[in-house]
């Protein structure tokens, strides 16, 4: 996932994932919408969800879902709305055919560094 306006609300978007499904976030927590003690709290909750929060380095204003990165499944969905405000207001999730253009940018988010809540 990539959005810079992440929530509680975004993690809570995850709490019916199959066990051991990994997700990696990519955000600068824009707004501080989430804090280190509700994303404690939420992988304390749901165990078998591994989710990490990495650095999205201040170059996304779009929001990003990309699935089975780099499997024959891969998928990558651009949205029109912060994953936290989902169902709020008509959006548009739009699936991206050709993925190629995003692999660069993607394998360079791929080694940012951890995301640092307060």
């Known amino acids: 996932i990539i959005d810079n306006y992440i929530s509680l609300k975004t993690l809570i978007l995850f709490k019916n994932a199959k066990q051991n499904v990994a ?13 280190q003690m509700e994303f404690n709290d939420f992988c304390k909750e749901f165990p078998g969800l591994k989710v990490e929060l990495k650095q999205a380095g201040g170059i996304f204003h779009d929001r990003y879902i990309i699935l089975d ?23 548009t999730i739009t699936l991206t055919e050709d993925t190629s253009v995003y692999k660069s940018i993607i394998n360079q988010l791929l080694n940012n560094p951890p995301l640092v809540l307060n």
Do not use: M, P, Q
Request: proline share 0%.
């Open 69 to 91: 990165y780099k499997t024959s499944d891969e998928k990558i969905y651009h949205c029109g709305a912060s994953s936290k405000d989902g169902g709020r207001k008509v959006n």
């Open 23 to 35: 997700v990696t976030i990519f955000s600068d927590n824009s707004n501080h919408g989430l804090h």
